[in-house]
Nanobody
Framework: QVQLVESGGGSVQAGGSLRLSCVVS????????MGWFRQAPGKEREEVAG????????YYADSVKGRFTISQDNAQKQLFLQMNTLEPEDTAMYYC?????????????????????WGQGTQVTVSS
């Protein structure tokens, strides 16, 4: 059984930083995409970053490029999202996700990668 458990959310002022973590169990990272999504009230869920072990190019939404960094620790089976220079527009529930499908070659883990497993979310609130 695949389980994803996020942590690290909180309340910060604009310009601050947070680091989200996701502990993964029951999942094989090899050739699989993992990502961070967010959903603000009244808005659709969007992928902010995606990554796959062994692939060179992570995916970032335009709105977070240069501010957010996704990484993973395969040994510890954790996924991270370092968020710097946070803006009030970044306020949302953040979810860790993983695909059931496997990918090969230099695949970029974008929104249409078929994310099938989800965590329960961690809230990020950025005040101005």
């Amino acid at each position: 059984q695949v389980q994803l458990v996020e942590s690290g959310g909180g309340s910060v002022q604009a310009g601050g930083s947070l680091r989200l973590s996701c502990v993964v169990s029951g999942y094989n990272f090899a050739n699989s995409c993992m990502g961070w999504f967010r959903q603000a009230p009244g808005k659709e869920r969007e992928e902010v970053a995606g990554i796959a072990r062994g692939f060179e190019d992570p995916y970032y939404a335009d709105s977070v490029k240069g501010r957010f960094t996704i990484s993973q620790d395969n040994a510890q089976k954790q996924l991270f999202l370092q968020m710097n220079t946070l803006e009030p527009e970044d306020t949302a529930m953040y979810y860790c996700a993983a695909t059931r499908k496997k990918y090969y070659g230099n695949y970029v883990c974008g929104p249409n990668s078929g994310f099938a497993y989800w965590g329960q979310g961690t809230q990020v609130t950025v005040s101005s």
